[in-house]
């Protein structure tokens, strides 16, 4: 790699654990109550997201199931 290359490496993993520590000082200034708040939004979400993305499997396989009906339409011309 070039020096160019190697400094915008290095700049981004900098900026990367710089971010990092901010991060975990942000979440450690949050109160205890609202981190569990936190946590309990995550699981209601990802809950909710995953029933229904297994709905949504069933209900495409239930379709599946079923037999498909044909449909023919017949275009009659009437000035042959």
Not at 18 to 47: N, Y
Not at 50 to 71: F, G, I
Request: hydrophobic content about 40%; overall charge positive.
């Amino acid at each position: 790699m070039g020096e160019a290359t190697d400094r915008k490496v290095t700049e981004i993993e900098e900026t990367r654990r710089q971010l990092e520590v901010d991060l975990r000082e942000l979440e450690e200034r949050i109160p205890a109550p609202f981190r569990s708040m936190k946590s309990l939004a995550g699981i209601v979400i990802g809950s909710t997201a995953l029933t229904a993305l297994l709905l949504r499997r069933v209900r495409s396989k239930r379709s599946d199931d079923r037999p498909s009906a044909e449909v023919v339409i017949r275009i009659v011309r009437d000035d042959v």
